[in-house]
């Protein structure tokens, strides 16, 4: 008792960090805006200056909304995924999601190279990456879907995703290879990840995906909780163990597609937070973590957006790089200090 409830006060504690680096996120930028107006502006109230309402309202504040959404829905995937395969490696992409919806976006943008100038003028439109990315990703949900379901080793679904994900860089690579570096360059602009492009509309289908997507992980805690001492203790406990690879993998893919197909590849943080948060919260039962979890990805990734968009600057830099060059310093050291893994 004594232990849930030091586990509820982080808890609070961690849902308060969210608002107060929210704020952060939106107050700081190319043009630095007080928090007071801030949340001025949120509250419907006047500001000291138009244009700050009309930057936070129609800028920042879809792009730390997506920010929460993209980190949040990160992180649970990749508890998840290490719940499932019992891998503390294991992260939101490693079914090669990511892998499907880079390989939908290189054809848009490199097809033209190999099946002609006519073929990428009939795809390149507005919402063209966006379908593209979601359709690799759903193609290669399918197939791991229909691989989870004949097969009742979990590992081999695992080799499976990486299989999947080598033969998706494959084609992507022979698309690169024949495409001019102004097309090569768009495809890797893509591939860094951008949070600040997204339309009131864009976050509000983000946001439906993110909601079915947690809802399916809550719905799985239960079963998750009797997987961490093994498949065969989970089918003694009455678990279906099929029933319950299927809602894990079809969570994961509402989360990681839609932000990989809005947001781009967004890398570690699906990887790292679930480690981050056991060493705050030293729980293996998942209706503590899961939402820890949607906790602590949403601030790392609000932590990492104020970083890349260089506050007092015209200039951002790549989200990807900021996740990586921040996160795992601070994953590496926590381990050191802790000097095992909490799983």
């Excluded at 990511?98 to 919402?127: P, R």
């Excluded at 690579?173 to 860094?192: D, E, G, I």
């Excluded at 906790?295 to 990586?324: H, K, R, V």
């Amino acid at each position: 008792m004594l232990n849930q409830q030091k586990y509820s006060i982080a808890l609070v504690f961690l849902f308060l960090a969210v608002i107060l680096t929210a704020l952060f996120n939106i107050s700081l930028g190319s043009v630095n805006i007080p928090i007071s107006e801030v949340t001025a502006s949120l509250f419907g109230f006047e500001t000291e200056k138009e244009t700050w309402k009309y930057i936070i309202l129609n800028y920042r504040l879809p792009k730390a909304i997506t920010a929460i959404i993209t980190g949040s829905g990160l992180a649970v995937s990749g508890l998840l995924m290490q719940t499932l395969f019992r891998n503390p490696l294991a992260g939101p992409y490693v079914l090669g999601l990511s892998s499907g919806a880079s390989l939908g976006v290189a054809i848009v943008l490199m097809g033209a190279s190999v099946f002609g100038a006519t073929f990428g003028a009939i795809l390149l439109s507005e919402w063209s990456l966006v379908i593209a990315s979601s359709l690799g990703s759903l193609l290669v949900m399918f197939a791991v879907i229909l691989a989870s379901v004949r097969l009742r080793d979990t590992m081999a679904i695992l080799i499976i995703g990486l299989m999947f994900a080598s033969l998706t860089a494959a084609i992507v690579s022979v698309l690169a290879y024949f495409s001019p570096a102004s097309q090569l360059q768009q495809y890797v602009f893509w591939s860094y990840g951008s949070l600040g492009n997204l339309s009131w509309e864009e976050v509000s289908i983000l946001s439906v995906f993110w909601f079915l997507g947690i809802l399916t992980s809550i719905r799985s805690i239960k079963n998750l909780n009797s997987l961490l001492l093994g498949e065969q203790y989970a089918r003694s406990l009455g678990t279906n163990i099929n029933r319950n690879r299927f809602m894990v993998i079809i969570a994961t893919s509402l989360l990681a597609g839609s932000i990989t197909a809005f947001a781009g590849p967004i890398a570690f943080v699906g990887l790292a937070v679930p480690h981050l948060v056991r060493q705050i919260i030293p729980s293996s039962n998942h209706i503590t973590l899961v939402p820890a979890v949607i906790f602590g990805g949403a601030i790392l990734m609000l932590i990492c957006d104020t970083i890349a968009q260089l506050p007092g600057s015209e200039y951002s830099l790549p989200i990807n790089a900021i996740t990586s060059l921040i996160g795992a310093p601070v994953v590496i050291w926590l381990l050191v200090r802790k000097r095992k893994f909490n799983f």
